[in-house]
T-cell receptor, first 115, second 114 residues
Framework: NAGVTQTPKFQVLKTGQSMTLQCAQDMNHNSMYWYRQDPGMGLRLIYYSASEGTTDKGEVPNGYNVSRLNKREFSLRLESAAPSQTSVYFC??????????????FGSGTRLTVV | AQKITQTQPGMFVQEKEAVTLDCTYDTSDPSYGLFWYKQPSSGEMIFLIYQGSYDQQNATEGRYSLNFQKARKSANLVISASQLGDSAMYFCAMRGAGSYQLTFGKGTKLSVIP
């Protein structure tokens, strides 16, 4: 099925461990995004990539790095996980250049717990 | 900068009744889009409805309609004939034409009572 695929769906890390969240889309979208969702906070943008080869910080980038590997894939890396990074992470994509109403497609989310 | 405010952390509605979820926004962009998403307990983000800032008519999608009042900077979601399956978190979001970012409100948890 076409869409945005995130892996893994669940992960438990110990403080200080590193991991990479993977995201891939097969809709030929040019822009991709990483959001985190915390209770009572809505979704907050971590990083985005407007096109292959470019990345930019969002609202809450500290503690994260990203890589736009190619047009399809956009990964999020936690170099040294902290309990404050316990959250649900969503990847999304869209086709910039279309009217602003062109929809965002979201992945199913990664539930990360840092202990 | 873009900002979305949802002032209702939680709401209850009787099954088959209509309910309005509030959303106000702020942006300096003259062209922008407003979105509503539904997040059921399973966690996925489901797109519901979109309203463009220059659209002359309020958007409708089945039982969902968007009450867009541009001068008041409000974009309230109206759900008619509520169903038990409507119980979920609802997020209002916006994106300016000059921005890459889709900005979300904090959400409203809707509970439909049988």
């Amino acid at each position: 099925n076409a869409g945005v695929t995130q892996t893994p769906k669940f992960q438990v890390l110990k403080t200080g461990q590193s991991m990479t969240l993977q995201c891939a889309q097969d809709m030929n979208h040019n822009s991709m995004y990483w959001y985190r969702q915390d209770p009572g906070m809505g979704l907050r943008l971590i990083y985005y990539s407007a096109s292959e080869g470019t990345t930019d910080k969002g609202e809450v980038p500290n503690g994260y790095n990203v890589s736009r590997l190619n047009k399809r894939e956009f990964s999020l890396r936690l170099e040294s996980a902290a309990p404050s990074q316990t959250s649900v992470y969503f990847c999304a994509s869209t086709f910039d250049g279309k009217p602003v109403g062109y929809g965002y497609t979201f992945g199913s989310g990664t539930r990360l717990t840092v202990v | 900068a873009q900002k979305i405010t949802q002032t209702q952390p939680g709401m209850f509605v009787q099954e088959k009744e209509a309910v309005t979820l509030d959303c106000t926004y702020d942006t300096s962009d003259p062209s922008y889009g407003l979105f509503w998403y539904k997040q059921p307990s399973s966690g996925e983000m489901i797109f519901l409805i979109y309203q463009g800032s220059y659209d002359q008519q309020n958007a409708t999608e089945g039982r969902y309609s968007l009450n867009f009042q541009k001068a008041r900077k409000s974009a309230n979601l109206v759900i008619s004939a509520s169903q038990l399956g409507d119980s979920a978190m609802y997020f209002c979001a916006m994106r300016g034409a000059g921005s890459y970012q889709l900005t979300f409100g904090k959400g409203t948890k809707l509970s439909v009572i049988p």
